[in-house]
């Protein structure tokens, strides 16, 4: 059976460490104070409550802090909850980095690197290589390393190079049943859609938002960064103009955040495929922590569904 926090169940005993994510005070309804504590490791997260929290409580645990936690796994409004029995700081004795609590991605930065590296050689229009390769080039580290997200989908380490090699393939294979769709301007806007969430999240660790993140947004940093980077490399023409409207309007809707709405076949494409790669990995991973004939939890990234396992998949 697979160990860790993303693969307890409701009604078991937890012992081991984990990280802190967030940490956030909180007072009941007599006035006691208490801490919302969302603890992580490389599995999975859950939410835990440490009720009468003291002042020395609030400032050992914080965010990014170790602990050493044992309690039971209990199901609140749909969702796995931890009730603290007893939890301690780690120490240096116990041997724990802070490495070894944070998710990755399932494939290894070599096969990400190549993926991307095919997709840049398989553009025929120079103008939107040269930009994707300067870009590639610019955020390369960052790009392997980052989070797609502070939560929801992708939210490991390498999660954005990951959801970008996905979709990619994705793309690869839509554009052999339409091959009307420029497979250029496609790919270009699947490498560069996200690639703002570099200066809007804050690392990989314990993932926040950056001030810049929080007033500004990765669609409209990107666009900029578009602009700056034709300029610097003195490109001019269409190609740049469609490229910023890629990654303007890839949310759909600007309830969803997108100033407009997909107005080129190539960026209703990428909005679409962007869907199916976010939604399938927050389905595949809540899935693969069930067995068949039980239900996730409430996903709220997917209208707070709970999906279920059909009995005759395999274990």
Same mark, same amino acid.
Do not use: C
């Given at each position: 059976?697979?160990?860790?926090?993303?693969?307890?169940?409701?009604?078991?005993?937890?012992?081991?460490?984990?990280?802190?994510?967030?940490?956030?005070?909180?007072?009941?309804?007599?006035?006691?104070?208490?801490?919302?504590?969302?603890?992580?490791?490389?599995?999975?997260?859950?939410?835990?409550?440490?009720?009468?929290?003291?002042?020395?409580?609030?400032?050992?645990?914080?965010? &990014?802090?170790?602990?050493?936690?044992? *309690?039971?796994?209990?199901?609140?409004?749909?969702?796995?909850?931890?009730?603290?029995?007893?939890?301690?700081?780690?120490?240096?004795?116990?041997?724990?980095?802070?490495?070894?609590?944070?998710?990755?991605?399932?494939?290894?930065?070599?096969?990400?690197?190549?993926?991307?590296?095919?997709?840049?050689?398989?553009?025929?229009?120079?103008?939107?290589?040269?930009?994707?390769?300067?870009? $590639?080039?610019?955020?390369?580290?960052?790009?392997?390393?980052?989070?797609?997200?502070?939560?929801?989908?992708?939210?490991?380490?390498?999660?954005?190079?990951?959801?970008?090699?996905?979709?990619?393939?994705?793309?690869?294979?839509?554009?052999?049943?339409?091959?009307?769709?420029?497979?250029?301007?496609?790919?270009?806007?699947? $490498?560069?859609?996200?690639? *703002?969430?570099?200066?809007?999240?804050?690392?990989?660790?314990?993932?926040?938002?950056?001030?810049?993140?929080?007033?500004?947004?990765? $669609?409209?940093?990107?666009?900029?960064? $578009?602009?700056?980077?034709?300029?610097?490399?003195?490109? &001019?023409?269409?190609?740049?103009?469609?490229?910023?409207?890629?990654?303007?309007?890839?949310?759909?809707?600007?309830?969803?955040?997108?100033?407009?709405?997909?107005?080129?076949?190539?960026?209703?494409?990428?909005?679409?495929?962007?869907?199916?790669?976010?939604?399938?990995?927050?389905?595949?991973?809540?899935?693969?922590?069930?067995?068949?004939?039980?239900?996730?939890?409430?996903?709220?990234?997917?209208?707070?569904?709970?999906?279920?396992?059909?009995?005759?998949?395999?274990?």
């Amino acid at each position: 059976m697979k160990r860790g926090i993303g693969y307890s169940a409701v009604g078991e005993t937890f012992d081991d460490f984990l990280l802190i994510k967030e940490a956030t005070k909180g007072t009941t309804s007599n006035g006691k104070p208490f801490l919302t504590l969302i603890l992580r490791d490389a599995t999975g997260e859950i939410e835990a409550k440490l009720w009468d929290a003291t002042t020395d409580d609030e400032a050992l645990f914080i965010a &990014e802090q170790i602990i050493r936690v044992t *309690g039971e796994i209990n199901q609140f409004r749909g969702k796995n909850q931890l009730k603290i029995l007893s939890v301690r700081p780690a120490q240096e004795t116990d041997g724990v980095k802070l490495s070894d609590f944070v998710e990755k991605a399932p494939v290894d930065r070599e096969y990400l690197t190549e993926k991307l590296t095919e997709a840049i050689f398989e553009m025929k229009n120079p103008v939107i290589q040269r930009i994707v390769r300067a870009f $590639i080039k610019k955020y390369q580290e960052g790009l392997l390393t980052y989070p797609a997200a502070s939560k929801n989908h992708h939210e490991y380490a390498s999660g954005l190079a990951h959801h970008i090699v996905s979709m990619l393939q994705v793309a690869r294979e839509l554009s052999k049943l339409y091959p009307q769709v420029n497979k250029d301007l496609l790919y270009a806007g699947i $490498i560069l859609h996200d690639l *703002g969430k570099l200066r809007e999240l804050s690392g990989v660790v314990t993932t926040t938002y950056t001030l810049e993140g929080k007033l500004l947004g990765h $669609i409209p940093i990107m666009v900029e960064e $578009i602009g700056l980077m034709a300029r610097e490399l003195q490109i &001019e023409g269409e190609e740049v103009l469609i490229l910023q409207h890629l990654v303007l309007s890839h949310h759909g809707k600007a309830e969803w955040g997108s100033p407009t709405p997909p107005l080129v076949r190539e960026a209703e494409l990428l909005h679409l495929i962007d869907l199916i790669d976010a939604k399938m990995n927050m389905l595949n991973r809540a899935l693969d922590k069930v067995i068949p004939g039980e239900f996730t939890d409430r996903l709220f990234a997917m209208d707070n569904r709970a999906f279920y396992k059909p009995l005759f998949e395999e274990k």
